[in-house]
């Protein structure tokens, strides 16, 4: 359905009013000016007496999804493009993910679909396998150091929790061949693989890191059997793009030494990467086998994406320094040869490629990010029937064996001198959570209600909770991940407490009562009151009262 039609009046005025702002910025776009004009307002930019051939419509505007500063992570899937508006490049509790519909694709905000919020600081890289969309969180908030992602056909959604990926961090999930592949990051980067479609997965790679220092894995791709991927570790010096074929990993011959890695892509036998330096990157390329290559047609401009199409490669970048904000993008046949094909008022960061159609994810802190792409829709092959979502069996416990865990739980939630308390309630929790069996999460709704010790415990560095708001986060997540249980309306009112801090982490039972109901599909008419009430808060930050409202709107079944 229409976003306008099928989300909570809290969000549709949002969207009316980014719709009147869409409106009033068609006065203002240059997006369309001659490539000439173009080169000549960047001034160093490459020759236009070598034009490419072809031409393409210029992309306008299309929507304004939500409040947040970024539209990334573009993917199509069936015959929609989807999404993610976030509030990224700083810690924020937000990632919401839209589709959009490429058949009826135009200026026309009612062409935009609210999915569904990730419980996530921010998405990681999706993937498509088997006929399924999977969604990575990218941070996410139940800070349980396990791997998550939702999966969806196209109409029912999945949450996964996997403990065999550790980290902090999901920052994409990728499939190559048969193999499914989960960068992670923690204290070390990591790449986990599931050779048997995501039933099970091990550690493929880890990255030797120094203590207290921190490395991560954020992005991959392949060239015919081997995989590449960027690594991040700005305190050691070396080679940051590395390959893998089979269970041997290596780093790519002549590629330069530096802190980090990104926004790789192949194309025509080569695979392309951003090296950073401090505050400097530049675009190189490789074959895998011969010494890299620095791409100069892009030197002095800021990589932050790329896509191809069938014998074009793309890329989105700021502008040169000093010379005014929004960015372009461009195009080459060759790797070496570089056009600008359109400039942008505002920072565009993300690419996908649609048949051979672009579409461009922007950067706007003040009006939220844009999708830009092509005014008229776009027709796309038939979709192949809808696959089931993966088999989540149910483990029945014994009534002996239930009650001598729920005993040794029931021990857990009240030692606070233990200081370790965040790490014992997840440990004994999760296995209870997995047996998805109906009396276990009615057991752990009962203990939301229980009288429990409200002395600090630890959660990040200096940070300290009360424990029974500890507990309680931990006993929603548990109760989400079960299916089963009710969570009561006094958990979901709870008043808001935290204060701001950095980290952006906060473990208020309201956010995660909005996720679990979310989880249960609880939708009588008390739990709806309850949600509403809620969100009045005068406390609430704007992103928690979005949680509610995408709980509401997944719970009314719009």
């Known amino acids: 359905m229409p976003i306008k039609q099928n989300l909570p009046q809290g969000i549709r005025s949002c969207h009316r009013f980014y719709k009147d702002c869409f409106v009033a910025g068609l006065l203002c776009v240059f997006s369309m000016l001659p490539l000439h004009s173009i080169l000549a307002q960047e001034g160093s930019g490459p020759s236009s007496q070598t034009p490419l051939e072809g031409t393409m419509q210029p992309l306008v505007e299309l929507v304004r999804p939500g409040p947040w500063a970024g539209v ?43 999915e569904r919020r990730l419980f996530s600081q921010d998405a990681g890289t999706p993937m498509i396998y088997q006929g399924l969309l999977y969604w990575p969180f990218e941070d996410p908030r139940f800070s349980a150091t396990f791997g998550e992602y939702l999966v969806t056909n196209g109409k029912q959604w999945q949450w996964h929790v996997v403990p065999e990926i550790r980290g902090f961090h999901v920052h994409g999930l990728f499939a190559h061949q048969k193999t499914l592949y989960a960068l992670a990051s923690g204290w070390k980067g990591r790449i986990y693989r599931s050779q048997d479609q995501g039933k099970t997965w091990e550690q493929w790679y880890e990255h030797p890191t120094p203590d207290q220092r921190v490395s991560r894995i954020t992005e991959m791709t392949s060239l015919e059997d081997t995989v590449y991927f960027a690594l991040t570790a700005w305190a050691e010096s070396g080679t940051k793009l590395l390959f893998g074929k089979g269970d041997t990993v290596r780093p790519v011959p002549g590629w330069p030494k530096s802190g980090s890695v990104g926004a790789l892509e192949s194309f025509q036998q080569h695979v392309y990467a ?105 027709a796309l092959p038939l979709s192949q029937p809808m696959p089931d979502l993966p088999s989540q069996p149910m483990q029945r416990l014994e009534a002996e064996t239930l009650q001598k865990k729920l005993a040794e739980l029931d021990h857990v939630l009240l030692d606070v001198e233990n200081e370790g308390y965040r790490f014992h309630l997840k440990d004994h929790l999760l296995p209870l959570a997995q047996t998805r069996d109906p009396e276990v999460g009615k057991a752990l709704s009962d203990r939301l209600t229980h009288k429990l010790p409200q002395d600090p415990v630890p959660l990040f560095g200096s940070i300290q909770v009360d424990a029974d708001r500890m507990a309680r986060w931990y006993l929603l997540y548990a109760i989400a991940i079960n299916g089963h249980g009710h969570i009561p309306q006094q958990v979901i009112t709870q008043p808001w407490k935290s204060p701001p801090n950095r980290a952006e982490k906060y473990l208020e039972p309201l956010a995660a009562a909005a996720w679990a109901v979310t989880q249960l599909g609880q939708s009588d008419v008390r739990t709806l009151h309850a949600l509403h009430t809620a969100s009045q808060q005068p406390k609430l930050p704007p992103w928690a009262k979005w949680d509610i409202q995408a709980a509401l709107h997944v719970l009314n079944g719009e």
């Open 72 to 114: 990334s992570r573009l993917i199509v899937y069936g015959s929609k493009l989807y999404l993610v508006n976030s509030q990224i490049f700083v810690n924020h509790n937000s990632a919401d993910v839209y589709s959009y519909d490429l058949s009826q694709a135009g200026q026309d905000l009612g062409n935009l679909s609210f």
């Open 274 to 378: 951003v090296n950073r330096i401090q505050n400097e990157a530049s675009l190189w390329r490789t074959n895998g086998e011969d010494s890299a290559a620095l791409v100069t047609a892009l030197e002095g401009y800021r990589v932050y994406d790329m896509t191809t199409t069938s014998d074009t490669l793309w890329a989105v970048t700021s502008r040169k320094a000093n010379t005014g904000r929004g960015g372009l993008l461009w195009k080459t046949l060759d790797g070496v040869q570089w056009e600008i094909h359109q400039q942008f008022p505002e920072l565009p960061i993300a690419l996908q490629s649609v048949a051979s159609h672009i579409f461009v994810g922007t950067y706007q802190k003040e009006k939220g990010g844009a999708l830009w792409g092509p005014k008229t829709p776009i």
